[in-house]
């Protein structure tokens, strides 16, 4: 019954965003994405006080047994987690609409459909993960060991800019279903001599649908690294992900301001991965994590702040 009302939340949440707030494209301006993504910041918080219910009145199943106050500290852990690595994604999204010229006023219908794909993928690799860890304990060593990975490659790859029309899916996606660079208005698939055709708006949104998968695998062995309870681990991905719209177009023209966000990352993914690899050996207590996360971020944001870029000798 919880899952059955929490899914019912996040669908009402959803038909509220199209068809009320958002029933007519319009270009989003920050102040308005900076109230979204307050409100949805303040859902997420209250939400704490329902897993804390939830976990009170074993109303769920907890296999780990544990507390309600544990419980929601797991949660808010696990948010501020998933909300800091969906940064990163905001970059992609950012480029990927540079890169097929994707109008302001459509963006938030494609990131609108791109959400509604990536809860169904999430549930499903968060279903998989939480079985797997459940049934190989081993599999943790296997998860760190990969967001420690995942850390290093961020750094090698930091100076390395991403190419959405030359990447793999799109030259396959193109040989599939022909492909048009002009747009017609807000359709993704249009008709011409009983021809399907993908306009600008289609691509955008496979390749933002498919790079979510790829986040979604640094994102979801994160979070497992704090807690295996599938309904926390679920509610904490969804709820940063309902929020990643609105914090896109808040911060998606700050980009050039958040040069040092990278690194914040990198060290929270590191520290991740050794929390996985370590799970067994070495028991870190919740608010180290959360000091961990809050501190990298807050060192990325004022080193991006005040820290000047260098600049060419001539």
């Known amino acids: 019954m919880v899952w059955i009302l929490f899914i019912a939340c996040i669908l009402v949440f959803l038909a509220l965003d199209l068809g009320v707030f958002n029933r007519e494209a319009h270009v989003i301006k920050t102040k308005e994405a900076a109230i979204w993504t307050g409100i949805w910041v303040l859902v997420a918080t209250l939400f704490s006080g329902v897993i804390w219910w939830v976990f009170s009145n074993d109303l769920i199943a907890n296999p780990t047994g544990l507390t309600p106050e544990n419980a929601t500290l797991k949660y808010i852990t696990g948010y501020l987690i998933e909300l800091s690595l969906s940064i990163d994604n905001v970059f992609v999204i950012a480029v990927i609409f540079r890169a097929f010229n994707i109008p302001d006023i459509h963006q938030h219908r494609v990131l609108f459909w791109g959400i509604l794909g990536a809860i169904f993928f999430r549930a499903v690799m968060i279903l998989f993960g939480v079985a797997l860890i459940n049934q190989f304990e081993w599999v943790i060593y296997l998860f760190g060991a990969f967001l420690i990975f995942t850390a290093y490659k961020m750094y090698r790859s930091d100076e390395e800019e991403f190419n959405p029309k030359e990447s793999f899916v799109f030259r396959k996606i193109r040989k599939i279903l022909p492909f048009t660079a002009f747009m017609d208005g807000d359709k993704f698939l249009i ?7 993908a306009t600008p708006l289609f691509m955008a949104l496979i390749i933002i649908e498919l790079t979510d998968i790829l986040f979604a695998l640094d994102s979801i062995p994160a979070i497992l690294a704090i807690t295996s309870s599938p309904f926390i681990v679920f509610s904490s991905n969804i ?8 914090m896109y177009f808040m911060i998606s023209r700050m980009l050039n301001k958040f040069r040092f966000i990278n690194y914040s990352l990198m060290i929270i993914l590191t520290f991740v991965g050794l929390k996985m690899i370590f799970t067994h050996f070495v028991e870190i207590p919740e608010w180290i994590s959360l000091s961990v996360i809050f501190f990298s971020l807050l060192g990325g944001i004022l080193a991006s702040m005040y820290i000047k870029e260098k600049t060419e000798i001539q």
């Open 191 to 197: 008709k011409r001599r009983n021809i399907i055709i």
């Open 239 to 246: 709820l940063a992900i309902l929020g990643l719209r609105s």
